[in-house]
């Protein structure tokens, strides 16, 4: 055989690989571009499911926590319905004393001389410590440091207020006199404004 013959063999066998090359690529290429067009046409988009399967959750109720909480409240009410018995006792008593009231007197409890009359006087007097302002003014404080301020407990406090007063006639013996029916009625406004600028209904 010629070096001719073996060269232009050589030069067939060549141009058929780079031939068989191409189609392949050209297949490969067509191949790519419809599986694109197919993913593209298809517009299925996998999303995972966003229902919760989670179980329902149990809620118990926290007896020792609820059982300290009342006893707290009734704490805080059995301390109004004291502080309001003193106050109201002890506003009747220099009352009395500012108006020598003699069945008072006639108890034996205290003496009266000028002085102290005259400061019972001044104590009971409408700017006076005792008087209804700053006595009705004292309780609603009580009533509102013993609650933290909390509107809820509004009904609760007054509640307790009219129980303590009437301990507080109890210990005195009958109706108290009238500046302490004055700073009764004084606390159940002040009651009233409080529940009013927390929009709750009054019981009053």
Do not use: C
């Amino acid at each position: 055989m010629s070096v001719n013959g073996i060269t232009g063999a050589a030069n067939t066998y060549d141009v058929y690989q780079t031939s068989q090359a191409a189609n392949t690529k050209a297949a490969q290429e067509n191949t790519s571009e419809k599986t694109a067009e197919d993913k593209n046409e298809s517009g299925v988009v996998y999303e995972a499911s966003k229902e919760s399967t989670a179980a329902a959750k149990t809620y118990t109720q926290n007896t020792d926590l609820v059982n300290k909480l009342k006893a707290d409240a009734e704490a805080h009410t059995r301390q109004l319905q004291s502080i309001v018995e003193q106050l109201m006792t002890k506003q009747g008593q220099t009352y009395n004393t500012a108006n020598g009231i003699w069945s008072f007197l006639a108890s034996g409890n205290f003496t009266v001389d000028a002085a102290t009359q005259a400061q019972a006087q001044k104590d009971i007097a409408d700017d006076g410590y005792w008087g209804v302002e700053q006595t009705s003014d004292r309780i609603i404080d009580f009533a509102t440091a013993l609650t933290g301020g909390d509107p809820d407990k509004i009904e609760e406090m007054r509640e307790a207020f009219k129980k303590g007063y009437k301990q507080a006639e109890e210990t005195w013996g009958g109706e108290l006199p009238d500046i302490s029916k004055r700073t009764y009625d004084a606390v159940m406004e002040k009651f009233d404004k409080m529940a009013e600028e927390a929009g709750l209904t009054t019981s009053n």
